[in-house]
Structures are given as C-alpha cells and as structure tokens.
C-alpha cells in the first residue's frame, strides 16, 4: 500500500513539473512581449575630453634668500648709534649702527685745520713766484704739504666710515644681537640681512632627468606653513657637476616673494612638470580590468536608446578619478562612466543624462600630472 502512495505521489509531482516547463515554453516563445516587459538599463553618458597630463619630478628643496649676509663691524669700539629693530625693511645705504668716534672725530678736525693752512700758504707761496721772490722750489713744497694734508684727512674720513656700519643691500633685518654702549669686536655679529624679495630654491633630482630638466621650466612648490598655496617659479640653473655618490644634480629654481610670506631655511616640496600633452581623459569608475587588459564601454547611439560596446584602452596617468588614455579613446566618444557593472557587450541602454567630462561633478575640470617614481 506504501508502495502505491508513493507511486502516485511522485507521478502528481512529475506532472506538476511538466506544466510548469510547459508554460515558461509557452511565455518564451513570445519574445516580443517579455522584452517589453523588461525595462532598459538607465546610463549616464560621458562625452570623452581632453586634459592636460604631465609627468612630475618631486624632490625637496631648501630655501634661500636672493642674498644674505650676517652684519658685523671692522673695527672694534663701543655702539653709540643703533638705528634699526629686528624684522626693519630697510634700503642699501642705510645707517643700522655707529660706533663710538670722538678720538677720530678730534683728529679730522686737525687734519682738516692743518689742510686749510696748507692751502692758504701753497696760495702765498704761488703769489711771492708770480713777483719773483722765492724760487720755484718753494712751491713744490708747499704743494707737497698741501697733498701730504689731504692724504691726512682721508684717512681719518675712511676710520670714521669703518665706524659706520651700513646695509650693504635692501631687505629685512633679523634680530638685533647687540646693546647700545656695547663693545664690539671685528666679526662680531650685529643682525642678519637678507633679500627675501626674491627666493632661491635649492632641490636635487637624480642624473636620469639631465637630459629634460633645463634653465625656464615651470616649477611649483608647497610647504608647510602654507598647504593651500602653490608657489610658483623658474629653474635658473642647473649645477655643473653631479654628485658622484647620490648620483644627483643640484637644481636652483627662483620664486617671487613680494610679501615675504617664505623665509630662508624653509623646506618646501618641488614639483617639476616635464612631457607636458594633451589626451583623452575619463573617470576611474568606467574602467573596468581582466587580467592584463582595460575596457570602456563606449554607447553607438540609434535614436533614444544606445548600444553597448566593450572596448579595450591602453591606460597612461592617474590623478585621483582621472585616468589619461594612450590608446582607445578620441575626445567625443561617448562612455558610461557609472555603473559599469549592470551593463555587457551589446545591451541596449537608455541615455538618462549626458554631460562632457569635467563638468558638473564628471570629476576634476583640470587634472594634475602624477609623480614618477
């Protein structure tokens, strides 16, 4: 009797299936009323543009005024005179100290008496040779008291300019080391001085880059104190010789710093742009790999709807959601750039939106290069 249940249970079941087959049969059979019943894929459509790619040589550089040097005295004496505060913008020429100069001042005002009667007698002596009084000899001596008396006052001028101590340039003075009433001897430091109008930015790049770094090219450079800034500038000279054991160059570059926002001593990150192009460029997201090769999906549009087409690219730079493309690609090109995944090689689609790369959050309007290793 079991036998039997079991029989007629397992025939119901086998019937139950064979209707159920029967009528999918049936429904695919109609393929024009199943395909309107599934809707088409929604896509945005990005028009492919161009960008400008570089590559980019990074390396650290220093800081450094246009020029700069540690002020000091020549000669030894007290300071009587201080003429400037630490952080002072001041011109070439300008009086920062003076030292001490009664002995030289008391010893001009000889010297400049006794040049005063020498001249006075050199005119006497002159006069008494016109009336044939004294012979010429007289005047050559009396010239040679004259000349002996200028020599004289020129000398006491030249200790009191040493005692004098000027700006030999225009720029910012640093802190003040000394004290009014202070002794101070030869190379004794007073301030620095130094030409920050202009900043020299010392950096090394490896020898391989010889052949494409030259005097001109563009750099740009961030630090620290200023993340958001980018400073820019130009190479003005290249080292002539290589270090033989880091096997780089020293490279000098020069930015303009009217508002001395960077100082001396800074370290700052250089950038060098070198191969600069134009290529076609698209978003991160509508790249998809398989082992070694990259696909797009380019849409051939036909009317309302658009065909998917898989197609291989050769891929070059990348910068965030920008990738440059080599080979693959020409501007125009329409690409889906998101939502890949939901789409295969000859799906029709629907073009929900369409807008050219870079505009209206298609990512970056202008991408930056990517350092090479």
């Known amino acids: 009797m079991r036998r039997y249940s079991f029989l007629i249970a397992a025939l119901v079941a086998f019937a139950l299936m064979t209707g159920i087959v029967a009528f999918r049969v049936l429904t695919d059979g109609r393929p024009d009323q199943g395909r309107m019943q599934r809707p088409m894929v929604p896509v945005a459509a990005y028009s492919v543009a161009q960008f400008e790619f570089a590559d980019i040589v990074e390396a650290l550089g220093t800081a450094r005024s246009r020029e700069s040097v540690i002020v000091s005295a020549r000669v030894s004496d007290t300071i009587s005179v ?47 040779i016109a009336r044939g009084v004294v012979p010429q000899q007289r005047q050559d001596e009396a010239r040679a008291a004259v000349d002996r008396a200028q020599a004289r006052v020129a000398s006491i001028e030249a200790q009191l300019a040493d005692r004098i101590v000027r700006a030999p340039f225009s720029g910012v003075v640093g802190l003040r080391e000394v004290s009014l009433g202070e002794l101070i001897r030869p190379g004794d430091a007073i301030t620095t ?62 930015i303009d710093n009217p508002d001395g926002r960077i100082l001396p001593g800074q370290l700052m990150v250089v950038e060098v742009r070198r191969d600069i192009r134009n290529s076609p460029a698209v978003p991160g997201s509508a790249v998809t790999r398989y082992l070694d090769e990259s696909f797009v999906y380019v849409l051939e549009e036909d009317g309302e709807t658009a065909t998917v087409r898989q197609r291989t690219v050769e891929l070059g730079l990348r910068d965030g959601d920008v990738v440059e493309v080599t080979s693959g690609l020409v501007p125009g090109d329409l690409i889906i750039a998101e939502g890949v995944h939901r789409v295969r090689e000859g799906m029709p689609v629907s073009i929900a939106t369409r807008r050219e790369y870079g505009s209206g959050g298609g990512g970056s309007a202008s991408p930056a290069a990517v350092t090479q290793p």
């Not at 002995?103 to 006069?127: C, I, K, Q």
């Not at 052949?211 to 000279?237: C, K």
């Open 193 to 254: 001085l130094d030409d920050i109008s202009a900043i020299r930015l010392d950096f090394t790049v490896p020898e391989r880059f010889l052949a494409t770094i030259r005097p001109g090219m563009v750099i740009e450079a961030t630090t620290n104190a200023y993340p958001d800034q980018v400073f820019l500038g130009t190479i003005s000279q290249i080292d002539s010789r290589v270090d033989p054991i880091a096997r780089a160059v020293i490279v000098r570059a020069e």
């Open 82 to 128: 201080i003429n400037f505060d630490s952080g002072q913008q001041v011109s070439a020429g300008d009086i920062l100290i003076e030292l001490t100069d009664t002995e030289e001042a008391a010893g001009l005002r000889e010297a400049r008496t006794t040049l005063r009667e020498a001249n006075r007698d050199l005119t006497r002596v002159n006069d008494l």
